[in-house]
């Protein structure tokens, strides 16, 4: 006869069961794991944002903040975030409207990712010269859904009223001076 010694089974069912989770959970692990992005053999780097393995920290400008070749200076509290975006050069294009320039009860000014001048940050569309017919069938895309951007444009275009689309593509015109684009490149560059 064969006599069983409770103790010592338990303990073998508990580090069985504990090494199969410890298993488990580095199987889950990797399967979660995002795999290394790579650019696609024969096809251009610039083609596609990977970013650095190494971030560079964020600086946060505080107090009166300016822009290289612009007289106007703005309060870096008053122009953060996407509602209120920097004007640094009002002259070179007629008066943005209320859903460019920011205003009450506007959370995502179109100036503060495609700026003032419509060129854009690196991450944004260029829309300065777009034909207005074009723009504002984006807009209707957006809005329907048949177009996919539920990070920003789809709930834009949803808030932005029928009124809205005309009124920033007229906004919009192509700026081709040489000093246009050199104040653009300081605009990029400025806080925005």
Known sequence: MIRRIPRANTFVRIAVLVCAFALLSLLVRELNAQAALTVPAGLPD???????K????????????????SAKEYDAARIAGNANPPDWFPDEHPAAPR?????????????????????????????AGMPAEYLIRQMAYYKAGTRKDEARMGPIAR??????????????????????????????????
């Open 99 to 127: 859903s460019v320039k920011g205003d009450t009860g506007i959370t995502m000014a179109c100036g503060s990712c495609h700026l003032m001048s419509g060129q854009g940050h690196p991450e944004s569309a260029d829309i």
């Open 46 to 52: 610039w083609a596609f944002n990977i970013p650095d």
């Open 159 to 192: 808030a932005a009223s029928d009124d809205d689309a005309p009124d920033v593509h007229r906004h919009r015109r192509p700026s081709s001076s040489t000093a246009s684009r050199r104040r653009h490149r300081a605009d990029r560059t400025s806080h925005s």
């Open 54 to 69: 190494i971030q560079p920290t964020a600086v946060r400008p505080e107090g009166i903040v300016r822009a290289p070749g």
